[in-house]
């Protein structure tokens, strides 16, 4: 690829992905899930993001939808401990649950936002593969006047059905800005789980 690339190029990419992935390593359950599985998935979910983006809906709308799709595709439970950190290990479950719901809906929100950016571009899914103990499933965004830039996106069905749980933008993992963001905002409010949960529920 181009070494060319801008930051600002990836940051969007991250933008219109960041509400569909999280970033641990998964198992697979017996290898169940195969290349093609994992790549059908990715390709259905891409399809769906296209469609709210080019809907022409309302945004209070499109953000809703956009979360409808973070909830099918993505293992939103994984992706929001990850997102956490340390402090999910010590979280009470109900609290976590809280938690995992506002955060859900935090990121259909933020991503949503930048959904008219990519009115116009293209993602190919051009390949699967087993790695370690999961699938990525590899792509390349076209973004208007760009040079093309490659996403990856892991895949596992660990929940017990098919989701992403990662994406890779030239090699940016989602988690880095996800997690940064969030011990940020659970820094500055000294640790209160509660009070995070407010306060990504009135976000956006």
């Not at 992905?17 to 259905?44: E, H, M, N, V």
């Not at 479950?93 to 950016?117: D, H, V």
């Not at 940064?180 to 995070?196: K, P, Q, S, V, W």
């Amino acid at each position: 690829m181009s070494s060319t690339l801008i930051p600002n190029d990836r940051r969007r990419l991250l933008a219109l992905f960041g509400g569909a992935a999280a970033l641990t390593l998964a198992p697979l359950r017996g290898w169940s899930l195969d290349a093609d599985q994992a790549r059908g998935l990715i390709s259905t979910a891409l399809g769906e993001v296209y469609q709210v983006i080019n809907s022409g809906q309302a945004p209070a709308q499109m953000y809703r939808d956009f979360e409808a799709i973070f909830v099918r595709y993505a293992d939103v439970d994984v992706i929001a401990r990850s997102a956490l950190g340390p402090a999910a290990r010590q979280a009470d479950p109900a609290a976590l649950a809280r938690y995992t719901q506002a955060f859900q809906g935090y990121i259909g929100r933020k991503y949503g936002k930048r959904f008219r950016e990519f009115i116009g571009s293209k993602i190919e899914v051009t390949g699967a593969r087993p790695l370690k103990s999961f699938f990525a499933v590899t792509s390349v965004a076209y973004l208007n006047g760009r040079a093309p830039m490659e996403v990856e996106w892991h895949v596992s069905n660990k929940s017990g059905r098919d989701k992403f749980f990662n994406i890779i933008i030239e090699g940016v993992n989602m988690l880095a800005s996800e997690r940064a963001e969030i011990a940020a905002m659970l820094t500055a409010r000294r640790g209160d789980l509660a009070a995070l949960t407010a306060d990504l529920q009135a976000a956006g």
